[in-house]
């Protein structure tokens, strides 16, 4: 093999690898308190973070749209939620428990993002 050739693979390697993690990447979002954010669930597709990073004590709103009657459960809080196809529901809350908790939307057993809660002395 070239020298040339190797170069150009290497080159092609590195591009193609950049571009594999730039359209992979998972979102993160972290907001302060009392911000909100929204996920939405459209044509069987979520938009939104995937990840939304709280500090313990921090309120939290996030809005949930569905183009389909669906109700969404956020695990370790036992939050729930009905949301009517169309609909944005709301879910509020303080961030007093830290950890990671699954938002899941049953119908579908869809992962709609995770709350993470980092603990307020770190
Ligand atoms: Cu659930």
Redesign the pocket.
């Known amino acids: 093999m070239s020298r040339s050739l190797r170069l150009l693979l290497i080159i092609a390697t590195v591009a193609l690898l950049g571009g594999l993690w730039l359209g992979l990447k998972p979102q993160t979002t972290q907001i302060s308190s009392d911000n909100c954010c929204e996920l939405r669930w459209e044509n069987g597709q979520k938009s939104g973070p995937d990840t939304i990073r709280v500090t313990q004590g921090d309120n939290v709103e996030i809005r949930i749209f569905s183009d389909s009657d669906n109700a969404v ?1 956020l ?1 370790g809080y036992e939050l729930h939620r009905e949301i009517p196809a169309g609909e944005t529901a709301i879910m509020a809350l303080q961030a007093e428990h830290s950890g990671r908790f ?1 938002l ?1 939307l ?1 119908n579908g057993d869809i992962v709609l993002a995770y709350l993470e809660v980092f603990p307020a002395n770190q």
């Open positions: 459960h695990h699954m899941e049953h």
